[in-house]
């Protein structure tokens, strides 16, 4: 779970998934979209895919990346299960 705190604390990886929200993108339509170079941008799809946030398919001579949601669900659920844990247990001091 770390690795999934640590790509979602930078503000280009954000905007990388805000992207790939709204379809799946080769590494260079996604470089387009920013103002850094084309390994800044490999550094921060290999990070996404580190953290299962990206998934990565090469279809014949590219390679598409699209939004890897499950690793949110899991990560959502969880922090509303600590959540709740949390609010069971103060209504239970009451």
Excluded: C
Aim: proline share 2%.
């Amino acid at each position: 779970m770390n690795s999934l705190f640590k790509a979602l604390d930078d503000p280009t990886r954000r905007a990388i998934l805000e992207m790939l929200r709204e379809r799946d993108m080769t590494a260079g339509e996604i470089a387009a979209a920013f103002d850094i170079s084309k390994p800044s941008i490999s550094y921060h799809l290999d990070l996404l895919k580190r953290a299962d946030l990206a998934l990565a398919i090469k279809k014949g001579q590219f390679v598409y990346y699209s939004l890897n949601t499950s690793v949110l669900d899991e990560t959502i659920k969880w922090m509303l299960n600590l959540r709740d844990d949390k609010r069971g247990k103060q209504s239970g001091n009451d």
